[in-house]
């Protein structure tokens, strides 16, 4: 009881980091309980969770005040700081009281003004909390008496000498700077930044560092939230897949290993580390079917294409809705010239897909185009373009019923959808043109180019290949217009280079 009464009451003499703690839970424990004997309501969740305080509550949290502040003065002086630190941190708890009470009552509406004023005040009091609760008191006694740990190091008030002069500045303390400086950082660029907003800050701290823009990472994750509810049945699968992945602790370490390995493109450490997380997921396991799908993966690259397929087969049986199981493998087959089999798993992942995916569509006609069959291939690519615009359509409505986003996130996420929807039109519109063309349809494939070409106006493969049909057509000054504006965006093209030579030849 003497222990605590000397704690809580004196300002004198030096408390350690333990004593400290054990002071801070018993002060957090007695408020609570006092406040929630005044009003049990302050507990409860509240429409309004700022309300202001009654007088007997700030009554109460300045009788609270009064044993903080001691344990405070205490470790200061255990870590041999000058007094005035602690008279500064009465002068910072009194501000606080008053910008609690004139501030507006919700701080995320805080503008400069306010948080020119309470982010100093945090600072300091955040460089105390580190202080006091983190970092180990001075050696031996000091100007304050002795060691909390080793009473018997004398100290001012025994007589002994005491350490005099700052306490050495520690690995601890480097560490207190820096936390609280990299906050002042933030908050020196709110305040000085034009019209400072903390996106703003933040867009401008997240470059520096990393290269790509907080207005970059927030598109990403807007556009991720989209298609999350593209295809929810499909997250919902993803996530809870994932969450029993996670239970495996040793066996998803060494998944995560694995795909960062392939990624990396070493892909025979990426095998090593994928088996061993199949066989402890264990080879039926149906969570596996992601590792099978990187060690896939892995295989295709080393070449190994028989174990390959054999993954992706595997990766398939255990979730049979795996689309890009089917995408990838028929990827593989495509490359194999195993035509028939790619043309089927690209069958089998537009028939299990959720959600509008032009890609398959696009290469079911590029295998379809090596098969001699132009107009089945002509078929898929319509149905790519139809797809493209009814996933945009889909992601136009989803957005329109998202919550929380600015008209400028709006503007940029549709921009980001139609620049996806508008790159599968203009590559099937250029796979449709060049059926065309071969089958000597010319007026339908220039169409289907002007398409390209006005979706892309700088892509020189759609002019390269719109030239060609006037070339076939005898239209050679719209051919040589077409080629050299091609030339103009790829240079280094030989074929161009002898196109533009030959139409110039016949029109000389």
């Given at each position: ?9 004196t300002f004198d003499g ?204 927030r598109a990403m994750e807007?556009?991720s939230d989209h298609l ?281």
């Open positions: 009881m003497n222990w605590l009464l000397n704690l809580f009451t030096r408390i350690s980091r333990r004593d400290w703690w054990i002071g801070i839970l018993i002060i957090s424990a007695v408020s609570m309980t006092g406040q929630w004997i005044m009003d049990p309501s302050s507990f409860e969740l509240r429409e309004d969770p700022a309300a202001r305080p009654s007088p007997v509550q700030i009554l109460w949290s300045i009788i609270a005040f009064i044993p903080s502040l001691v344990i405070t003065f205490k470790r200061l002086n255990d870590r041999d700081q000058p007094r005035l630190l602690g008279y500064l941190f009465v002068v910072v708890y009194v501000a606080c009281a008053i910008l609690f009470q004139i501030s507006p009552e919700d701080w995320s509406h805080f503008g400069t003004r306010e948080w020119a004023f309470a982010f100093p005040l945090l600072l300091f009091s955040s460089w105390i909390f580190i202080d006091n609760g983190f970092l180990k008191g001075t050696k031996g006694p000091n100007r304050y008496g002795p060691n909390p740990l080793d009473p018997g190091s004398g100290g001012g008030a025994s007589g002994a000498a005491p350490t005099l002069g700052r306490t050495r500045y520690t690995g601890g303390a480097f560490a207190r700077d820096a936390i609280i400086g990299f906050f002042a950082l933030i908050f020196s660029a709110y305040l000085f930044a034009p019209q400072g907003s903390f996106v703003r800050t933040f867009d401008w701290l997240v470059s520096l560092y990393t290269g790509v823009g907080y207005a970059d990472l807007i556009e999350k509810q593209l295809d929810p049945e499909g997250e919902r699968i993803r996530t809870e897949r994932d969450e029993k992945m996670r239970t495996y602790v040793q066996a998803w370490k060494e998944y995560d290993a694995g795909w960062k390995a392939s990624l990396d493109k070493n892909y025979v450490a990426a095998i090593d580390d994928l088996t061993l997380a199949i066989d402890r997921y264990g080879a039926h396991n149906k969570v596996a079917a992601p590792v099978f799908m990187w060690r896939a993966r892995s295989f295709r690259k080393l070449g190994q294409y028989d174990k390959a397929i054999a993954d992706y087969s595997t990766a398939i049986a255990l979730q049979p809705e795996l689309t890009d199981g089917y995408s990838a493998r028929g990827d593989l087959y495509a490359e194999l010239e195993r035509y028939r089999k790619a043309l089927a798993d690209y069958d089998a992942a537009i028939r299990v897909s959720r959600a509008p995916v032009a890609r398959f569509d696009i290469k079911r006609g590029n295998v379809l185009r090596k098969l001699d069959e132009p107009e089945q291939a002509l078929a898929s690519y319509e149905k790519a373009i139809e797809r493209a615009r009814e996933k945009y359509d889909r992601l136009a409505v989803i957005d329109a019923a998202m919550p929380d986003l600015t008209p400028a996130e709006r503007e940029t996420f549709l921009k980001w959808a139609a620049k996806k929807r508008d790159g599968s039109i203009r590559w099937a519109e250029i796979q449709r043109g060049i059926i065309l063309r071969n089958l000597k349809r010319y007026e339908e494939a220039l169409t289907a180019f002007n398409e390209a070409i006005r979706l892309q106006p700088d892509g020189a493969f759609g002019y390269k290949q719109r030239g060609w049909v006037y070339e076939k057509q005898g239209r050679l000054k719209q051919a040589l217009a077409d080629y050299e504006r091609a030339s103009e965006l790829n240079p280094a093209s030989d074929w161009l280079t002898k196109a533009l030579q030959r139409v110039k030849s016949k029109l000389q």
